[in-house]
T-cell receptor
């Protein structure tokens, strides 16, 4: 069974440029998460989807970040324009459902460097 | 929001020795996850604890949950090079949101 797939693995851009990350969760997983991980810190939730609905985007900086999961399967996270402080690893995770306690499966992440 | 403090921040252990990592929460723990992360990779699930006093083991890794102390510990017996990495604890809310600690970096020397 394929795990959570993310692309690209690495991205280097100049500040003020747009960037997009793609995530394909494990087949059958209804819940999808995007996390931000800064160096030396644990992941922080940006947004959580239940199928195609964003049910928690309170931590998403909406002035420059946007996300979509149009068909309730794969998802895209976009930053426009990118700032130097956005350099981090962006992790995608998925789980079967949100109720109760369910293991979240993580992708390898996209390492973003903003110059 | 719930805050998790992990200790130590990093540790160096000689191969074959034991090690323990602690994770302390500022609030009641409803569920505690342990993950391992290697540099440049995603998080790998180790185990999940839900009940006070619960203890789980997998190979040489044992995790315990002390609900009263709002604390969990991860113990590795007879460490091996494959145990090197960053260990993260995550506290779960009722609807599954994970709040992570900053992680503990483990280095295993020959």
């Amino acid at each position: 069974e394929a795990g959570v797939v993310q692309s690209p693995r690495y991205k280097i851009i100049e500040k003020k440029q747009p960037v997009a990350f793609w995530c394909n969760p494990i087949s059958g997983h209804n819940t999808l998460y995007w996390y931000l991980q800064n160096l030396g810190q644990g992941p922080e939730l940006l947004i959580r989807y239940e199928n195609e609905e964003a049910v928690d985007d309170s931590q998403l900086p909406k002035d420059r970040f946007s996300a979509e999961r149009l068909k309730g399967v794969d998802s895209t996270l976009k930053i426009q324009p990118a700032e130097l402080g956005d350099s981090a690893v962006y992790l995608c995770a998925s789980s079967l459902r949100t109720s109760g306690h369910n293991e979240q499966f993580f992708g390898p992440g996209t390492r973003l460097t903003v110059l | 929001s719930q805050e998790l403090e992990q200790s130590p921040q990093s540790l160096i252990v000689q191969e074959g020795k034991n090690l323990t990592i602690n994770c302390t929460s500022s609030k009641t723990l409803y569920g505690l996850y342990w993950y391992k992360q290697k540099y440049g990779e995603g998080l790998i699930f180790l185990m999940m604890l839900q009940k006070g006093g619960e203890e789980k083991s997998h190979e040489k890794i044992t995790a315990k949950l002390d609900e009263k102390k709002q604390q969990s510990s991860l113990h590795i017996t007879a460490s091996q090079p494959s145990h090197a990495g960053i260990y993260l604890c995550g506290a779960a809310s009722n609807w599954g949101k994970l709040q992570f600690g900053a992680g503990t970096q483990v280095v295993v020397t020959p």
